[in-house]
């Protein structure tokens, strides 16, 4: 039997310029982009009618090896498949590529540095027009040998050797917006908690230091908690600030360095009866999906801009691929927008 049998075939450009009327030279000038000059728009209406009738697709890997494209590309991304934020990056990138005629390969290492080399190889073999590289977290890696085989962007990290184009979010304007949404409520005594040894943390106190400088307000060591950026961290945090503190003394305002932090913020402000917003006002970061919207009350904070990162990352190396010219070396930081909900208030005077 044929391996065919019971299928029905896959209509051909030969089946679409048959109906259309045309020659078969016709069809594959409006599927290869040469119809402008060659063919009235009238044919050309006509031929993407006929093929919309008979369901027919281009064939992607014929015209790929035509062009000497694979019109693939690969995202390698370390334990980003296990992390809230993964969709959003993911969807930025699928889409851009589709918009644009391209799938996306997607392939996670887990960490594991001999995975991430069989990785990349794999896609290498694969003929991927290019691969984008994304970590979970902001940081610096270093850049997998392969990436150099190919045409390549990061996103959500940055390169060791400053050797590649890298998308990442823009966390000292993000620290500095999340201490402005309590400045801007009359907030002059204002902490912040929670934070790892890393990037953003380094860049997210900055920001906030900016912001209280634009008031003439200088923050104590007293009032910057570090210790992580789980729940337990701001419950700990938060007692240390609150518990015992009299309240003419303790922060009317706190900045916590993402949402889980100021969950656990709030569990210590209602166990120990401080009421959120009437007597503290809390800015959280992330916009971590289902969560921060469903708090109690419901969380202003800082989104990390993740979708984005995937959009222009993606941009950025479909339009290397096109232009055969590698991307400018650069950081693109992309603003992290705010996220107004119901957290923060003025002060009780």
Not at 31 to 40: D, I, K, Q, V, Y
Not at 81 to 98: N, Q, V, Y
Not at 327 to 343: G, I
Request: include cysteine; charged fraction near 25%.
């Amino acid at each position: 039997m044929s391996r065919d049998a019971g299928r029905p075939e896959r209509p051909t450009s030969k089946d679409v310029a048959r109906l259309a009327g045309v020659s078969h030279t016709a069809v594959s000038f409006v599927f290869n982009g040469r119809a402008e000059g060659n063919l009235s728009p009238a044919t050309q209406g006509r031929i993407r009618k006929a093929a919309e009738q008979l369901g027919y697709r281009p064939n992607a890997v014929a015209r790929g090896l035509r062009r000497r494209r694979t019109a693939v590309i690969g995202l390698v991304t370390d334990h980003i498949a296990s992390s809230p934020f993964a969709g959003a990056l993911l969807r930025g990138a699928m889409e851009t590529a589709w918009d644009r005629e391209h799938l996306v390969l997607t392939v996670d290492f887990t960490g594991d540095l001999a995975k991430e080399e069989a990785a990349i190889a794999e896609l290498l073999d694969r003929r991927v027009d290019g691969i984008i590289y994304a970590a979970m977290s902001l940081r610096s890696v270093r850049v997998p040998a392969g990436l150099n085989r190919t045409f390549a962007v990061l996103a959500n990290c940055l390169p060791d050797d400053g050797s590649l184009a890298a998308v990442i979010p823009a966390e000292r304007s993000g620290g500095r917006a999340a201490a402005k949404l309590l400045l801007d409520a009359g907030h002059r005594r204002i902490a912040l908690v929670g934070g790892l040894d890393d990037i953003a943390s380094a860049e997210r106190l900055r920001g906030f230091r900016d912001a209280l400088r634009t008031v003439g307000e200088r923050v104590g060591e007293d009032r910057i908690v570090r210790g992580g950026g789980e729940i337990s961290a701001g419950y700990a945090g938060a007692m240390r600030l609150l518990d015992g503190v009299p309240a003419e003394r303790r922060p009317t305002g706190i900045v916590c360095y993402n949402d889980r932090v100021a969950a656990g913020v709030l569990h210590a402000a209602a166990r120990l009866g401080i009421d959120v917003p009437g007597e503290l006002s809390l800015v959280g970061y992330d916009d971590q999906e289902h969560m921060a919207g469903f708090l109690d009350p419901p969380l202003t904070t800082v989104a990390l801009p993740h979708r984005a990162m995937g959009e222009v990352a993606t941009g950025l190396l479909l339009d290397a691929i096109e232009n055969a010219t590698a991307p400018a070396v650069e950081v693109r930081r992309l603003k992290c927008p705010v996220v107004v909900r119901d957290s923060v208030g003025p002060p009780r005077a």
